[in-house]
Structure formats: C-alpha cells, structure tokens
C-alpha cells in the first residue's frame, strides 16, 4: 500500500524544495530543503529490499564511516539540520516532516536507525521517544544525553545555552535545570519498546562527560531491565578535549545496524537452517588470521554479484584475516560435475574452511526426471568434503528461478531443493533457501520478478538481495558460536550410489584409439558458445562414425565429461565386455553452445577394475563427434 504523508508533511509541501544531486564520497546526494533547513538523503547504488536507511541528527560528515559501509550494504542515508535547535519539540516537528517526505519521496522503510553525534542525542532520544514504534535502534558516538551537563556545564558551551532557552522556551537556567524531558528522564520510554542501543565514547571526554550522560543512561537502563551495547576508548585527542577519537569498531557498528534496520523478511521468518552451524571456519578467522573459502556452483556463483559482496563481508567482518578465496563457479554445472570436479577445482591445496556450493538450479534445469542423480552429485560433493577435510564448515544454497517460484506457489518444494535439503540433514551442514525466500517476497510487494529480479541470473539488484541475506544467515551463525569439533559423517550414504569418490581421470590414459585424436588445445572450428575453462584445454576428439577407445579404471562408477555442441551425437559403450548401450551426447542447448557437460554411464558397478569401450556412431545424421575433457570416476 502506498505510503500516504501526514498533515504536517503536506502543509510543509510547498516548503520543501526540488532536490539537486552532487556527489558524496562516491554515492549520490539529493540535497534540498524543509521549511528552509538543509536536508538530503543519500542513495546506495543498488538499495535493499524494503530501502532501510539510517537517519543521522547532527554534524553528517563527521565520523561517516558507518554510513558509508551502510551505503555499500544498500542503506540510504538521511539527514535533516536542526542541530541548532538542541532536540526542542519545534526540531520534532520538523523531524516528523522530514519522515514523511523522504518516506514518500523516496520509498524508505518505516522503521530506521537513528544517528546521534554529541549534540544530536538529544535529538535522537527525545524523537526516539516521541516515536518508538519507528525506531529499529540508535548508534550514538559520544551523545549529550542531559541538557544539565551540556550545554550547562560546559564553559566552552556558554553561547548555546541561550538557544536552549530560546527553543525549549525555558524562561532562565533555573527552569532548564528543572527541565524532565532530556533523554535521560525519557528512558523509560526507550526500555519499554526495547530499542536496541549501542554507545560509543572515550572515557577522558571533557565536553560530553561519559558519567554524566551514556553511563548514567547505562545505568538508569539497567535499571529499566534494559541495556546498551558499550565501546569505550580510554583518550580521545588532546585537541578536542577528549572528546573527538579514532572511530573504533566501524564494521561491527555496521552489523549492529544492519542486524535490527534491514527490513526483514516477510512475517520475520527465516529461510535459513544452522545446523551445526559454522563454528570452526570462525574459530580458524578469529584464531589463525588466515581463512581459505571455497564459492562451487554454476553460472550465478561464476558471475560478478553476491560472490564479491560476500567477500567484503567476511573481509571486514574479520578485519585481521588473510583470506584466500577459491573461485569455482562454471556456468551450466550441477551438482554431478560439481562431485568430480571438487578435487581439482576446490580441495586441492590448503583445507577449506568454509564453502559454499549451489546446484539447484542446474540439476534441475539439467537433470530433469533424474533425481538419483541430483542426490548422488550433492551427497558426493558434501560427503568427499567431509572425509577430506571434517573441520569444513559447508553451507548450502538454494537460487530462485521462475518454475521453483510456481511450485512453491501450488504448496510444494522444488524436487532439486528437497533432495539437497535431505543431504543438509544429514551431514549437518548450514543452508539458505533463498529460492522461497525470493518468492514470499515477491508475492508479498516488496518486489518484482520483471522490474527488480529480472532473471535467473539475477540483475546487480537481484545479487544484492542474495548478499543481504547470505550476511543475514553468516551473522546469525556466528552469534551462535560454539566449539570448533570435527563434523560427524554418517556411517552410511543416502544413496549407496553416491559420488563421494569422485574425481577426474585423464584422457591422455585411454587406449586402443581408433580416430580418435588428443588435442592438445581444443576450440571450436564453428565459432559457436562456450564455457570458461572449456575452450583452449586438451580434449579427446573424434568426428567421425566408427571411432573407438578404450580406457581402463579403478571404481564403481564412470562416465564422460564432454562438450555438447551442435554435432554431439548418439554414442554406444560397454563395460567389461558387456552389450553395447547407447547414450545421445546432444542437449537442448548444443545447436549454439559447445556445452561442458556430464554424462554417467554407470554408477552401480562392483568396486575394482573395470573396462570401458566407446563408439561413435552415425545414428543421428550430421551428428558423430564425440569430445571429451575428462573421465569421470566414482
């Protein structure tokens, strides 16, 4: 429903100018004017889901670090000037017609964090409590909470003491000093709605006395059954009497923040599962200063979007680690390829500390019809981490796309997630549906598929929206805590067919070739489509009927990692001397795209050696090639 502006905010209309755009530290400032105070708001590049935003009460371009990370994670920035006005009830009003019209102009949440620097406590608390429904938290750096102790107080302070006068109406110190509507007298109303709190000072401040005003709130809070968050620097500069200092723990304030002003999720329910949680990769963060992370997926992992921003998260959010971060998305791969390719593309090197694997959209895009094998591919992968590496913390994660939408929609769950879901259990490992979580918020207005999502290859949009809520399920798994333990593997697979033996087996081991030739460094004569990673490497290549191979391995399962492109066609192949079977290597996509592309020729046989023989045939007419980039084998 459309946000409707109240009284006030229309009779100030005529008083509020258009705004002009200007750059701030990289982002776009609409600045402008209400009831001719300076105000602007300040745009992310791409904002997030339900526009939350932070609304700063005094000195804006003092310490904005915080409002910078926030820009960066999607938050608008707001700001009205009436800091000369000390927080009186006249500042209020206009306060409240500042909410109204960047609500309505702009679009921005119900609910936002407010700001205070020094003066501006008084501002932030005494709107805080006027409104309390509105306010998801304050963040406060060195607020004055007692018009007592500043301006009153202070000797450097003697020229604003008649403004107070002048905008509370006091009619001389004595009725300031009588005065109960500071913050500190106000409290109460902050304790009952519960609104989070986090104060920063330094202890030697002069100007603001940290005892006369945030540790007096501290104490009058606990007193209320509430409390605040508390960082405290011991000296702030000389210069500033102690009252200006080096902004500590500027990402840590983001988070606190981002934790109670994100607009969440429709009904407050979470589309994430912990589990087991993922302690240890925060133990090796915290403790080692090192961190290896691992993104396995497809097209979505593979592009620039949610990848990078959770690679800015985890950077600031653990400011003293080295990270080293594997990039392993290939556009069009599920969780089969995923399974064999995990030794070369993922667990070669350094253990992983932490990995994140998507595959729902592929596998069932890829593998309609089979779901044996989108269990098999997801239980391989998350099964050969485990036993490789049990300190891996893994975290599953389901993309949206169009049909998953539709059978959410009829009450159901998408055959791909449900199976990958079943793998989660069962090894315990953390997952994010971000696939439901898109849906209800698209059915529930907050976006659309065709204006903001566009795709399933998400617009820069789209990718926000994942960031947002991969952080979202990374706090809430690292609040939780808990010991660094090796994982438990279940004794038994899921499916007893399952890949978790995968790997590569190379081509240059076939034998007995019959036109069939290695090429050293195959590309595509037809200028179609390829992949990354699957042009310019060593294949396997044959493009006539009749050509045969043999090759020779050690497992209970094989198959082919090709590429399908437009004359991929139908293939024969025995094991162990057993009858000739026959498998179309085309796809749906191969007319324009030489397509990586795994097949499974048989998963069910015997552990031990085995021999495999292939044939290309003339079955389908202009379609005899046959390349192969890998063997595979379980």
């Not at 993922?278 to 090192?290: E, I, M, R, S, V």
Request: hydrophobic share 40%.
């Amino acid at each position: 429903m459309k946000f409707l502006p109240s009284l006030l905010s229309i009779a100030l209309y005529a008083e509020i100018t258009a705004p002009t755009a200007s750059d701030w530290e990289g982002f776009t400032k609409q600045s402008f004017t209400l009831q001719e105070k300076p105000c602007f708001v300040v745009e992310p590049k791409i904002a997030a889901p339900g526009k939350p935003w932070i609304w700063r009460s005094a000195f804006p371009d003092f310490h904005s670090e915080v409002d910078l990370e926030l820009l960066h994670n999607g938050f608008h920035v707001g700001y009205i000037d009436c800091v000369k006005m000390l927080g009186a009830d006249s500042a209020l009003d206009l306060m409240d017609a500042f909410y109204d019209h960047v609500r309505e102009a702009w679009g921005l949440a119900e609910r936002p964090a407010l700001e205070a620097v020094s003066r501006g406590g008084l501002h932030a608390y005494r709107y805080a409590a006027r409104h309390p429904q509105r306010i998801a938290a304050i963040y406060a750096d060195t607020p004055v909470m007692d018009l007592k102790s500043w301006p009153m107080k202070h000797p450097g302070a003697v020229s604003i003491v008649p403004d107070a006068h002048h905008y509370y109406g006091f009619a001389d110190d004595a009725a300031l000093v009588a005065y109960r509507g500071n913050p500190l007298d106000l409290l109460p109303a902050i304790a009952k709605a519960k609104i989070p709190l986090r104060h920063v000072i330094s202890l030697d401040d002069t100007v603001v006395p940290a005892e006369e005003n945030t540790l007096e709130a501290q104490r009058r809070l606990r007193a209320l059954g509430h409390d605040m968050q508390l960082i405290t620097v011991k000296n702030g500069t000389a210069k500033s009497n102690g009252h200006h200092f080096e902004l500590p723990a500027v990402y840590e304030t983001a988070l606190f923040i981002m934790r109670h002003a994100q607009v969440s999720p429709v009904a407050e329910r979470e589309y994430f599962e912990l589990r087991d949680g993922l302690a240890n990769c925060a133990a090796t963060f915290a403790k080692t200063g090192k961190g290896r992370v691992a993104f396995l997926g497809g097209s979505i992992t593979h592009s620039d979007g949610w990848r990078d921003g959770l690679m800015r998260y985890l950077q600031n959010r653990f400011p003293d680690t080295t990270f080293d971060f594997v990039a392993a998305g290939i556009p069009s791969m599920g969780s089969v390829p995923h399974a064999f390719r995990l030794g070369r593309d993922v667990l070669a090197g350094e253990p992983i500390d932490l990995l994140f694997v998507e595959a729902a959209v592929n596998d069932a895009t890829n593998l309609p019809g089979q779901p044996d094998l989108m269990l098999r591919g997801m239980e391989g992968v998350v099964r050969h981490v485990r036993e490789a590496s049990p300190m891996t913390d893994i975290v599953l994660m389901h993309f949206v796309m169009p049909p998953f939408m539709e059978t959410y929609r009829r009450g159901e769950v998408p055959e791909a997630i449900a199976l990958h879901e079943r793998v989660a259990e069962a090894y315990g490992c953390a997952s994010l549906n971000l696939a439901r979580e898109i849906t209800d918020r698209i059915d529930a207005g907050e976006f659309t598929w065709k204006d903001d999502f566009h795709d399933l290859h998400p617009s820069a949009y789209g990718h926000q929206v994942y960031t947002n809520s991969m952080i979202r399920m990374l706090e809430a798994a690292f609040r939780k805590g808990g010991e660094a333990t090796e994982h438990i593997t279940p004794k038994t697979m899921l499916d007893p067919a399952s890949y978790s033996s995968g790997r590569f087996g190379a081509i240059g081991d076939a034998t007995e070739l019959t036109n069939f030739t290695l090429v050293p460094s195959w590309s595509p004569s037809d200028k179609k489509g390829t992949r990354p990673g699957y042009v310019q490497v060593p294949a396997l290549v044959a493009t006539a009927a009749g050509s045969t191979f043999r090759y020779d391995f050690q497992g209970r399962g094989i198959g082919l990692l090709i590429t399908s492109g437009p004359d991929a066609g139908v293939i024969e192949f025995s094991i162990d001397g057993g009858a000739f079977r026959a498998l179309d290597t085309s796809t749906r996509w191969s007319q324009n795209l030489h397509l990586p592309w795994a097949l499974i020729l048989d998963d069910k046989l015997p552990q031990g050696a085995h021999t495999l023989r292939v044939r290309t045939t003339d079955k389908t007419p202009a379609k005899t090639a046959l390349r192969i980039f890998q063997f595979l084998i379980n």
